[in-house]
T-cell receptor
Framework: QKEVEQDPGPLSVPEGAIVSLNCTYS??????FMWYRQYSRKGPELLMY????GNKEDGRFTAQVDKSSKYISLFIRDSQPSDSATYLC????????FGPGTRLSVLP | GAVVSQHPSWVICKSGTSVKIECRSL??????MFWYRQFPKQSLMLMAT?????????EQGVEKDKFLINHASLTLSTLTVTSAHPEDSSFYIC?????????????FGPGTRLTVT
């Protein structure tokens, strides 16, 4: 079983929709979690990180961690075509472990 | 915010030649840098972990004699692809680990697209 699993998509939503991106992890030895956004042919950029269970909000983005179910989520409100990218979740314990990424397309 | 640069952003080379890619942390010191490669529509694949002043740790299946990594300073790591072949054509991305108030964050460079003809 991979340490971090993520549905690769692709996921297509209409502009303005709420997007839910999810990851599961198998190893409880972690410190915190991160979400990265990667546009085509660009390096990933850090969107958000969170240390503990619960929600963390930053503008249209909300990161959620549920330690009991080993589930992490990223919600995007009022999605825009510019949000079209691949979203990678990652966890940090002794090292960084990345999920495979979910390709998101927001259609105008 | 922390910035990581890579140079060059795009390179074409002939089969059999060597190519060097630089990764720099511009406004912070990075004791650890990572090198990834990414094929089209695939996720990042960690190639090696580079610690300043010591030998890099390579992931299983990555040839250390082919992908030479040097981390000579706290702000610079280089990846040299030796005797490049067309199958080495890929997107190479570095990242640098920063430590802020006891927590770790990882910042990525913009990537280098290598095409071997």
């Amino acid at each position: 079983q991979k340490e971090v699993e993520q549905d690769p998509g692709p996921l297509s939503v209409p502009e303005g929709a709420i997007v839910s991106l999810n990851c599961t992890y198998s190893n409880s030895a972690f410190q915190y979690f991160m979400w990265y956004r990667q546009y085509s042919r660009k390096g990933p950029e850090l969107l958000m990180y969170t240390y503990s269970s619960g929600n963390k909000e930053d503008g249209r983005f909300t990161a959620q961690v549920d330690k009991s179910s080993k589930y992490i989520s990223l919600f995007i409100r009022d999605s825009q075509p510019s949000d079209s990218a691949t979203y990678l979740c990652a966890k940090y314990g002794q090292n960084f472990v990345f999920g495979p990424g979910t390709r998101l397309s927001v259609l105008p | 915010g922390a910035v990581v640069s890579q140079h060059p952003s795009w390179v074409i080379c002939k089969s059999g030649t060597s190519v060097k890619i630089e990764c720099r942390s511009l406004d912070f010191q990075a004791t650890t840098m990572f090198w990834y490669r990414q094929f089209p529509k695939q996720s990042l694949m960690l190639m090696a972990t580079s610690n300043e002043g010591s030998k890099a740790t390579y992931e299983q299946g990555v040839e250390k004699d082919k992908f030479l990594i040097n981390h000579a300073s706290l702000t610079l790591s280089t990846l040299t692809v030796t005797s490049a072949h067309p199958e080495d054509s890929s997107f190479y991305i570095c990242s640098a680990r920063a430590v802020w108030d006891g927590s770790y964050e990882q910042y990525f460079g913009p990537g280098t697209r290598l095409t071997v003809t």
